[in-house]
């Protein structure tokens, strides 16, 4: 069976149909705020005075995530605010100080230093948000924000916004258990900026070659129950190739109530405008400037408008019942247009390609959590209701453009361009799901058992031939941890958890399964502000997708990924910070098919990712303030093109820098580098097309706080 996509062609989500058997979890989701006064009412009702204790909660601060880069809790790990210590399972944490020590542009940027994670795999396609957890690609089902998805289809899938965010969660492994359809190598959830208890705000400006950013983040209290916040941008920018551009226009508001300490209710909208471009690729062995344009300026675009709005709310009944609500709804538009395939060949024509699509998203989340004890044992309890929506109408086009002369290039604008139809559809999703979680602590024990039911309808129209094809696909997963608390410092782990991801090109195959076992110790240090972690693990897929040529992929039978993972983050002292990870990922092609690539390492995956980030201040003397000096260098060990491991990418290592200055007590200037040695590097070779990484860009950011 073959599956067909456009060059490079993104995943999407897959199919289905509408049976009764749904009606039952269809009034559920419906009725939560029905369910949730009585829940309250019957707790009351029940009370026979008995005296429960429980553990003591740790509440995170709101300023932890800008003041230290060391998290001591996640949300990703549990969908609840757990200790990273009592989870059972990987998960890292980038703060908004470590975002901004390094003054991350995108979200490859943002996790490009975690243990497990890969970023850059396509160098200069600069179209999305590309990365690989544990050996996957999670490009598809792997990005969410403040726990729910943020899925596409096809081509149409949206960048974040880095700005937007006060902290990013990385956790590793398969967790369908918790967050429904997704790859087994993890998820990326960015936690939203919200309003804070208190006035703060910050206005600052970047420039650099190329590049010129305005923005502002600021916030107050109104009253007794409510605060607001502002986030905003503007950046006109490029890349570092020629005619390439980075422009955004960023705009958050938040509301929050809070009328009680048990209640709060968070409201916000958001508006992000990004107009990019596609990337560029060099035939092999051109021998050409990394820089060069090979497409056409005048038809070379990936431009978005996304606009969303949601809220967050949080009610505690008290006697241990918690009710939380996360709902969001999006729309994004996109236009995209791009002339690519030049060869040595003067009069080979190249190939042509643009969609054109508008996207609507809904998503909410329920989450009931009941914490209690039964004599020596504490229990946490979380029962939730989701519910997921996303419609895409999708008009793609292939075609050809008059061939270029690569080594004296004369462009020949949008005339030379000719389009015809490939793709017209609308593909539409919905999702219900039930799940259920039990923690219980006992002694120095912590076991969780988890378990979640997805039903996924999926439809597909095409207004062409005024046809519609559909498939349901439901799948229960699971997840089992056991935390050891060695010590208060120390607690060891192991896990078993399942993933399932529909197919995305071709809904009448399988959908794709993961299963993981995994093992690891966390290290968490009194007298040290650091958090030490290492796992191995055994992580399997099946019915995955593979390119056999670059415009058709087919499913093959399973991969496997053994790896190890270490990370250290830590303030060694109030002058330096260290960051430090490196992954190991034995991977391999079990079942092919064909059984041609069988034994083989899949493509575009390394055995071996290291970083290390360290940054030291200098203590202000008489009129100078501050000085900050980090150093970060990234390794990427050599990797496949292809399955058949014929084509062979060596490893490279980029080397980041950063400079920071106090001016005065409430200003502050840094500069910051990537790519500091512009090395000449390539991500990977897809099918002849060698893609290049970015070269050096510099910044200087200029910022006020109060």
Not at 196 to 203: A, D, L, N, P, R
Not at 272 to 292: M, N, Q, S, W
Not at 531 to 543: E, H, P, R, V
Not at 599 to 614: C, D, M, Y
Request: charged share 25%.
């Amino acid at each position: 069976m073959t599956l067909k996509s456009a060059w490079g062609g993104m995943e999407g989500a897959a199919a289905p149909a509408r049976p009764a058997s749904e009606l039952a979890l269809t009034l559920l989701l419906s009725c939560t705020a029905l369910v949730v006064p009585s829940l309250a009412l019957a707790q009351s009702s029940g009370d026979t005075g008995t005296t429960v204790t429980l553990e003591p909660i740790t509440v995170r601060s709101e300023d932890d995530d800008s003041t230290t880069i060391v998290a001591t809790e996640a949300s990703s790990g549990s969908k609840t605010d757990t200790d990273i210590l009592d989870t059972a399972g990987s998960v890292s944490v980038v703060t908004s100080k470590e975002i901004e020590k390094r003054k991350a542009q995108n979200l490859e940027q943002v996790i490009a230093y975690t243990s497990g994670v890969m970023v850059n795999e396509w160098g200069s396609d600069d179209r999305y948000d590309g990365f690989r957890i544990r050996g996957f690609d999670e490009l598809s089902m792997g990005t969410y924000r403040d726990g729910l998805p943020v899925r596409g289809q096809g081509w149409t899938f949206g960048r974040r916004e880095p700005y937007a965010y006060d902290r990013v969660e990385v956790l590793k492994g398969s967790n369908s258990s918790l967050f429904g359809m997704n790859a087994p190598g993890g998820l990326v959830n960015a936690v939203t900026k919200t309003p804070k208890s208190y006035k703060f705000g910050e206005i600052y400006t970047t420039v650099g070659p190329d590049h010129a950013e305005i923005g502002a983040d600021f916030g107050d209290v109104i009253g007794t129950d409510w605060s607001y916040r502002v986030t905003t941008k503007l950046q006109d920018g490029a890349y570092s190739y020629d005619y390439s551009n980075d422009d955004r226009a960023f705009l958050a508001l938040a509301a929050t109530w809070r009328p009680t300490d048990a209640t709060e209710l968070t409201f916000s909208v958001d508006y992000l405008k990004r107009d990019g471009v596609p990337g560029v690729g060099f035939p092999e062995g051109a021998g050409i400037d990394r820089d060069t344009f090979l497409g056409e300026p005048d038809f070379n675009r990936f431009d978005t408008i996304e606009k969303s709005a949601g809220w967050m709310f949080r009610h505690d009944f008290g006697n241990g019942l918690t009710f939380r609500q996360n709902a969001r709804y999006t729309q994004m538009s996109l236009t995209y247009e791009q002339v690519y395939g030049a060869t040595t060949d003067a009069t080979a024509d190249r190939s042509s390609f643009a969609v054109y699509s508008d996207s609507e998203q809904f998503a909410i989340d329920n989450q009931f959590q009941y914490d209690t004890t039964f004599g020596n044992v504490a229990s946490k309890t979380l029962f939730g209701l989701e519910y997921t929506w996303l419609k895409v109408d999708e008009e793609a086009l292939f075609g050809t453009a008059d061939g270029i002369d690569i080594y004296n290039i004369a462009y020949c604008g949008r005339s030379c361009v000719t389009l015809y139809d490939y793709i017209d559809w609308v593909p539409e999703q919905e999702t219900k799901s039930i799940y259920l979680q039990e923690e219980l602590t006992f002694g120095r024990w912590i076991a969780t058992i988890g378990g979640r039911y997805d039903f996924a309808d999926v439809d597909i129209y095409y207004p062409g031939t005024d046809t519609t094809t559909g498939r349901d696909f439901d799948a229960f997963t699971k997840r089992f941890g056991l935390t050891y608390k060695a010590t208060q410092e120390v607690s060891l782990y192991a896990n078993y958890s399942e993933s399932f991801e529909p197919n995305v090109w071709d809904i009448t195959a399988d959908a794709k399964e993961g299963q993981q076992y995994e093992v690891g110790v966390k290290y968490r240090p009194d007298n040290l502000n650091a958090m030490f972690t290492a796992a191995i693990f055994d992580l399997s897929q099946t019915n995955v997708n593979t390119y056999v040529t670059a415009t058709e992929q087919r499913q093959i039978g399973e991969v496997n990924v053994r790896g190890l993972e270490l990370e250290g983050k830590m303030e060694l002292n109030n002058r330096l910070n260290l960051t430090v990870a490196y992954s190991y990922w034995d991977s391999e092609i079990v079942e092919d098919g064909i059984a041609t690539n069988e034994g083989n390492r899949p493509s575009r995956v390394p055995e071996h990712i290291a970083s290390i980030w360290a940054d030291y201040t200098v203590p202000g003397a008489g009129d100078r303030g501050d000085m900050t000096f980090g150093l970060g260098v990234r390794y990427v060990g050599q990797t496949y093109g292809d399955d058949a491991n014929a084509v062979s990418v060596p490893s490279y290592t980029v080397v980041d820098a950063a400079f920071g200055y106090d001016l005065a007590k409430n200003v502050s200037l840094a500069v910051n580098v990537t790519n500091l040695m512009d090395e000449d590097y390539i991500t990977t070779n897809y099918y002849g097309s060698l893609y290049y990484g970015d070269g050096r860009a510099v910044s200087a950011t200029l910022k006020y706080t109060w």
